[in-house]
């Protein structure tokens, strides 16, 4: 097993990434029925927390299904992620995790997310002044480094354990990289090797098969992996890698009949929780992914995406499945979208 302070994971935990706009509750929910063990909010920042932003508040919702969970903040100022992290603590997740990730010139160039990690004092008192806020437990999720010549994950590990964090999640690029080119786990291996090191630490990058997933696992001696892109419209990466890392063999995909109600269980989450409008409108980006593979399915999802109410999209979800019946939902590999111009974070 693993532990984050009290905090008690399996072995080999599988983390389901913090992903703006994509990790809400309809979808940690689908994820949470497919074996995520550990699952993060979207960030939240600090000052919009501080504000009473509405829309940052509402990414405090959890729910006790989806335990254990992590609220994430960021910022570049102690005041202000301290007073954040008093905020979270009345909501009661089950950790409090501080992005110092974050790409995006918006974050990174104000001195918050992967912006600290051109200066590892100011990353020091940040988590510290949380770590002295809350009651919870704190860890954090970074990237090497800023640079390539400025990898600093190494001694950034060290320090942020000196000060409290109870976990690590590294993302093995640098701000500078993005998205771009493909991550590295070198450094990871090495962090989570070093014999000063003995909170656990989280892989993360470019996850996207149950035979890397064990691969990397084996190779770098990481005590969990985290998951971002390769979940989203395919919640079943986590049943296939525990499956293949508990038993060496390849799962098989899900049938159709599972691809439309697991659909359907995140459209109507997606209601309940952002309302009809809004609901219906978000789900959009969805069924792509969900119904991805099947021949000539344009027709139905051109569809899908115009309708307004809940019986009509799940009446033609019901089409489509009566349409492929016996059809053999082929294995596709999941496409890593590059999301370094698109992506917010
Ligand atoms: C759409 C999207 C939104 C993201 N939002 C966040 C975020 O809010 N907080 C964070 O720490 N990382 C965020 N990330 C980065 C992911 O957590 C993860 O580190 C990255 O996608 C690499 O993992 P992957 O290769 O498994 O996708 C985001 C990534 C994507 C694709």
């Not at 008690?8 to 990790?23: G, I, N, R, Y």
């Not at 600290?116 to 009651?135: Q, S």
């Not at 992996?225 to 990466?237: D, E, F, N, S, V």
Request: charged share 30%; with cysteine; net charge neutral.
């Amino acid at each position: 097993m693993v532990k984050i302070d009290n905090l008690v994971l399996p072995d080999f935990p599988l983390l389901l990434a913090p992903m703006e706009d994509v990790s809400d509750p309809p979808f940690r929910a689908v994820c949470k029925d497919n074996g995520a063990d550990l699952m993060y909010t979207e960030f939240i920042s600090s000052e919009a927390l501080i504000r009473d932003a509405i829309k940052s508040r509402k990414k405090l919702d959890i729910f006790d299904y989806e335990r254990p969970i992590g609220i994430q903040i960021f910022g570049g100022d102690e005041d202000s992620l301290a007073m954040a992290s008093r905020i979270v603590d009345v909501t009661n997740p089950d950790l409090l995790d501080i992005n110092f990730g974050c790409p995006v010139k918006k974050v990174a160039c104000k001195g918050a997310g992967a912006g600290v990690l051109k200066d590892i004092d100011l990353m020091v008192r940040l988590t510290a002044a949380c770590v002295k806020a809350t009651k919870l437990p704190v860890t954090v999720k970074t990237r090497l480094g800023w640079d390539d010549a400025t990898k600093n994950i190494e001694e950034v590990a060290e320090r942020l354990q000196d000060v409290g964090i109870k976990a690590l999640s590294i993302h093995g690029r640098t701000r500078c990289q993005m998205y771009k080119g493909e991550a590295d786990w070198t450094l990871i291996g090495k962090v989570k090797n070093n014999p000063r090191i003995h909170i656990p630490i989280f892989g993360n990058g470019d996850i996207e098969s149950p035979q890397k997933a064990l691969e990397y696992k084996n190779r770098y001696g990481v005590d969990g992996i985290m998951i971002g892109r390769a979940a989203i419209g395919y919640p079943w990466i986590f049943r296939e890698i525990k499956h293949y890392v508990q038993t060496g063999e390849v799962m098989a995909p899900p049938t159709l009949e599972e691809r439309v109600a697991v659909c359907k269980k995140h459209l109507r989450k997606s209601l309940e929780w952002k309302g009809p409008k809004v609901g219906i409108f978000e789900m959009r980006r969805h069924y792509a992914n969900y119904l991805k593979g099947l021949p000539n399915i344009k027709e139905y999802r051109n569809r899908l995406v115009i309708l307004n109410t809940l019986e009509e999209i799940e009446s033609v979800l019901d089409e489509v499945l009566a349409a492929y019946q016996g059809f053999e939902a082929p294995h596709i590999p999941i496409e890593l979208i590059n999301y370094h111009e698109k992506c917010p974070v």
